[in-house]
């Protein structure tokens, strides 16, 4: 690290690039999650600055998720989520190709050894191919995807929103009276829409901790801060979450309340209810995240949406059942909101093809869309019961609990604090998951898609799990001794 990174003659305040520097040293790897940063004194010298001004630059630091600091103890660079840190608006300005934007090591860790090697992947968001149901398209002339297109409004294809319609009310009680479907090609760009819809610079969203949201580095690109609320087993916390709102000005409440990314829970109908009242006091909306809505293998409580319809903005996919190639995922708004979210997919010039509309809306036809769905789900709570059994011999070193659809278990590590160095440890025995880190500034769990393990992969999951399991207990007791 030396003194020449800053430049006393640019008009850009010294205890930001002091800012700049460091988040380039650690997104370069110089400091690693966990390493201690040098003392203020010695920084000082080194920049040849005040101390105060390097106190800003780490306070400043300290305020965009890059590190934590204790008096005492100095700073050191956050262990957790890489993906709420926050950018410098001066600095993204300057270059769309900012170091800011990268993604986190871990993941481009996996996104490597997937291409090299033969892993087990259990990170992946998707069901495997042999899962996916097989529907029966016909074939189409050029003529007849044209004549298609004629029906394709502003908001989306009108069939697909006339099925999708019938479909979320006849399976969800959902409704559809002063309601209007935004047809989006997937989840992701419905989250987009919302963001650029509801949100400015600067804005609060409360989610739950941990949540999917913090591996997005969508948020720390637009400079909205993302605030975690503590969940338990059956959501998010009322107590908590009320603390927050009382705090804060919180734009909208974002929720995945069922089957939760990462931790695959399920909030409670009591639980529900008590998070919508809050809400409602505080005039807060929330946004109900249901991409799994569709993988339930037993019944679920009530949607948000059902239960206050003008208080939720339901999103919806259907990407999890047919497969990340077909990209359909929808909003269902208030009537009064949907040109809104409209204009701003014309805005963003962003458009949901007619392909994966056509394609969708047959599927949905299907005279077999059910017994499909069934089957899959039959064989999603088969290879869930299975894993189970296996995971009943690792007790004593990791917790879970069983969900009722979804495709996630989260296991938690029972034992000492876990770094990232340690789950490296997974990354070396081929076996790819998401740890906690990724979506929380906890270390300890981590999220594992268990339709991706067929009976035929389960005794090389086992041998894995069982050598990195040890790898771990030794390495708590070199560290205790």
């Known amino acids: 690290m030396a003194s020449s990174s800053i430049d006393k003659q640019k008009k850009q305040p010294i205890y930001q690039q002091i800012v700049t520097h460091f988040i380039e040293e650690i997104q370069a790897g110089t400091y690693g999650p966990g390493d201690r940063l040098p003392p203020e004194r010695s920084l000082a010298q080194t920049f040849d600055v005040n101390r105060s001004t390097v106190v800003k630059a780490l306070d400043e630091l300290k305020s965009l998720g890059w590190i934590e600091r204790k008096q005492g103890s100095g700073s050191r660079v956050l262990e957790g989520r890489w993906g709420n840190r926050q950018t410098p ?5 300057s270059s769309l190709s900012s170091p800011y934007l990268q993604q986190d090591p871990y993941l481009q860790q996996i996104q490597h050894l997937r291409a090299e090697k033969d892993v087990l992947d259990l990170y992946t968001g998707d069901l495997p191919a042999d899962l996916i149901p097989d529907f029966t398209f016909p074939a189409f002339t050029w003529e007849e995807i044209r004549k298609e297109s004629t029906k394709i409004l502003p908001t989306g294809y009108e069939p697909l929103q006339e099925i999708l319609l019938q479909h ?18 997937g989840s992701t760009q419905g989250i987009t829409l919302l963001m650029q819809v509801l949100l400015q610079a600067g804005d609060c969203i409360a989610t739950e901790d941990p949540s999917f949201l913090f591996s997005l580095p969508l948020f720390s690109t ?15 916390r009322p107590a908590a979450l009320e603390k927050v709102l009382k705090e804060k000005k919180i ?10 990314n990462p931790t695959g829970h399920t909030m409670s109908e009591h639980r529900r209810q008590a998070i919508i009242r809050l809400c409602q006091t505080y005039q807060v909306p929330i946004i109900e995240d249901d991409v799994f809505s569709e993988l339930a293998f037993e019944e679920v409580p009530p949607k948000l949406k059902s239960m206050a319809p003008e208080t939720v903005i ?10 990340s190639s077909i990209k359909i ?10 040109d809104q979210f409209a204009q701003a997919k014309k805005r963003m010039a962003i458009d949901t093809t007619i392909f994966p509309q056509v394609l969708a809306n047959i599927a949905l036809r299907s005279s077999d869309y059910h017994q499909q769905q069934r089957t899959l789900l039959t064989e999603m709570a088969q290879r869930q019961q299975d894993l189970h059994q296996l995971l009943l011999a690792f007790q004593e070193d990791w917790q879970w609990q069983p969900t009722k659809g979804g495709l996630y278990l989260w296991l938690t590590w029972r034992h000492r604090t876990l770094t990232r160095k340690d789950w ?29 393990l067929a009976k035929d992969d389960l005794p090389r999951f ?14 708590t007791y070199e560290r205790n001794h």
Not at 441 to 450: A, E, F, S, V, W
């Open 89 to 93: 608006l001066s600095y993204l300005r």
């Open 168 to 185: 979320l009310a006849d399976s969800f009680n959902l409704p559809t009276s002063g309601q209007k479907l935004v047809i989006t090609a």
């Open 222 to 236: 637009m400079n909205v801060q993302l605030i975690g609320i503590k969940q338990d087993s059956e959501g998010m």
């Open 251 to 260: 734009k909208f409440v974002y929720l995945n309340p069922t089957f939760q």
């Open 314 to 323: 339901y999103l919806g996919s259907l990407s999890k059942l047919l497969g």
């Open 329 to 338: 995922g929808w909003l269902l708004v208030p009537e009064a909101l949907a």
């Open 424 to 452: 490296s440890l997974f990354l070396a025995n081929d076996c790819l998951v998401a740890p906690a880190f990724l979506f929380s500034n906890d270390t300890n769990g981590l999220r594992l898609n268990y339709t991706r």
């Open 462 to 475: 086992q041998e894995q799990f069982t050598k990195i399991t040890q790898q771990l207990k030794e390495q």
